[in-house]
């Protein structure tokens, strides 16, 4: 009671400041209407269009910087290794080339009766080329370069030398197989 008393104290004091002016001329059809908005949930939104442009120009330039860490090309091990050594890079075109060509000629040789040992060839072959890669990446990470371009050229020699042994069983199948159907009587 005593706080009621104390309010309507001070507005008797503050009785002939208010502002005397009358709200403009459809006042109550204007809060009326918003009431009513408000309370079906049909307000309308007032954006601050500066606000949602510069959201958009943020969010595009956020997209731009992520694409840019994350599709940042890192040079390949190849050209890693050709800045470390141009000579290594040279040697493993050249028995990169000698190896697939030696693969195509065995895939040609393929037949039923060499296709289990041509298959067990190149399952081998993907594990030499494993380790390869593996040799050269401790060339790029400074391992000792000597030694690692040594074993990534015997890597190639035993690819080499693997596919020319099975090349040559591949033969000795073919001729096994030619000289039975020759000494085959009907």
Avoid: C
């Avoid at 033969?171 to 009907?186: G, L, M, R, S």
């Amino acid at each position: 009671m005593k706080e009621d008393e104390n309010i309507e104290a001070l507005f008797e004091s503050l009785a002939g400041s208010f502002d005397g002016e009358s709200p403009r001329e459809g006042h109550r059809d204007r809060f009326l209407s918003r009431l009513q908005e408000e309370a079906t949930g049909r307000t309308k939104r007032r954006d601050n269009p500066w606000w949602r442009n510069l959201s958009i120009a943020a969010t595009i330039a956020l997209l731009l910087a992520s694409s840019v860490f994350l599709f940042r090309s890192e040079p390949s091990l190849e050209s890693q290794v050709a800045e470390i050594s141009p000579q290594a890079s040279e040697t493993t075109r050249h028995f990169a080339g000698l190896v697939s060509l030696q693969i195509r000629e065995l895939e040609q040789m393929s037949t039923p009766e060499t296709k289990p040992l041509i298959d067990d060839t190149l399952t081998q072959l993907e594990l030499l080329d494993t380790d390869y890669k593996k040799l050269e990446r401790d060339l790029i990470q400074g391992g000792d370069s000597k030694l690692i371009l040594s074993a990534m050229i015997t890597n190639f020699q035993t690819r080499i030398d693997l596919l020319r042994e099975v090349m040559e069983r591949v033969e000795e199948v073919k001729q096994f197989k030619n000289e039975n159907y020759e000494n085959t009587t009907i």
